[in-house]
């Protein structure tokens, strides 16, 4: 840049207004080439032209975006061309499809006739892709079944279902395309947006469309209503007798305890229950395990109503005496 600075300070002006002179004589030159080229026909060009697919919005929607343009071959005038290129004053091709559910694309010579009077007078030399693809399903409205999403829920530590989960309405009216609600696979999740649930649950919930189906589907119902008891398991624990049953003479307890100690969970609704059993630790000889001479412990009654039993000590070693 110093170098030219230093070369045109030593011009003097008659040789500067020399050289703006030729300088505008180029451009104008380059203009007059440019403006003679694109006043020409019979040039050929690719251009992405506008397309729009039309079809009953009431009746059908599309599942994938729409093409809004397709690769054309045109010839003509070079100012149409530009204008083309330079996409000025664009307006779409239109393509009206009847019933679109019942097709996927449709062929590009179908198209070649309507498509040339519209280019008019630029000249359709060809269409460079065969079809033109679509994804429209018939909209319709299904039932589906609301459930509650168990992932995204969670009981208290300890805390049990006590009751059946009524769900008010049972079942929703979904509408949306038809390969959209198949996805559903005829059941809508409802988030209870709670965790450790510690009490009988009562509450009215917005109804929601997943998120990947947001624009698909609409509900026909707000909300719906999740009603379910819940019941605290207590921690408890018992000392409980021994009694060996099916014993050889042979064989007895290798330094057995005084008592075994149960612990368990029991469904606070049953604790008074309790008092109308007696329960005792039964070692059966005939559950040994013969690998190691041990036995395990077994609870006797066993009612339904006790969970996550465990004795202390659980296995006891079996001492056999020589005949």
């Given at each position: 840049m110093a170098t030219l600075k230093k070369r045109f300070a030593n011009l003097n002006p008659q040789k500067i207004a020399n050289l703006k002179v030729a300088a505008l004589?180029?451009?104008?030159a380059a203009t007059f080439w440019v403006l003679n080229a694109l006043n020409k026909d019979n040039y050929t060009t690719v251009v992405d032209y506008p397309i729009e697919i039309i079809f009953d919005t009431e009746e059908f929607m599309p599942v994938e975006k729409l093409p809004n343009r397709i690769k054309i071959?045109?010839?003509?005038?070079?100012?149409d061309l530009l204008r083309k290129n330079?996409?000025?004053n664009e307006t779409p091709f239109l393509i009206e499809i009847n019933n679109p559910s019942t097709k996927t694309y449709i062929l590009s010579t179908e198209l070649r006739r309507s498509l040339s009077?519209?280019?008019?007078?630029t000249g359709l030399v060809s269409i460079l892709s065969d079809t033109i693809n679509f994804k429209i399903d018939k909209i319709v409205t299904r039932k589906v079944k609301i459930q509650v999403d168990t992932t995204a829920t969670s009981l208290a530590k300890?805390?049990?279902?006590?009751s059946a989960i009524e769900i008010d309405p049972p079942l929703v009216n979904v509408k949306g395309p038809t390969s959209v609600l198949q996805e559903?696979?005829?059941?809508?999740?409802?988030d209870l947006r709670e965790e450790k649930i510690n009490k009988n649950y009562n509450k009215i919930l917005p109804l929601e469309v997943p998120g990947a189906y947001a624009g698909f589907l609409s509900l026909e119902e707000e909300s719906v209503h999740i009603k379910f008891d819940v019941t605290q398991m207590l921690e408890g624990n018992k000392r409980l007798k021994i009694k060996t049953i099916n014993f050889p003479k042979?064989?007895?307890l290798d330094q057995a305890p005084s008592n075994i100690i149960m612990s368990?969970?029991?469904?606070e609704r049953k604790l008074a229950d309790l008092n109308n059993f007696e329960f005792e630790a039964v070692i059966n000889y005939q559950n040994r395990n013969r690998e190691d001479s041990t036995v395990t412990v077994q609870v006797n009654p066993k009612p339904s109503f006790l969970e996550n039993i465990k004795f202390d000590p659980e296995k006891l070693k079996l001492k056999y005496e020589k005949p």
């Open positions: 004589c180029f451009l104008a071959e045109i010839n003509g005038n070079g100012w330079l996409k000025f009077e519209t280019l008019s007078p300890n805390y049990r279902l006590a559903l696979d005829g059941t809508l999740s409802v042979n064989v007895e368990y969970l029991i469904d």
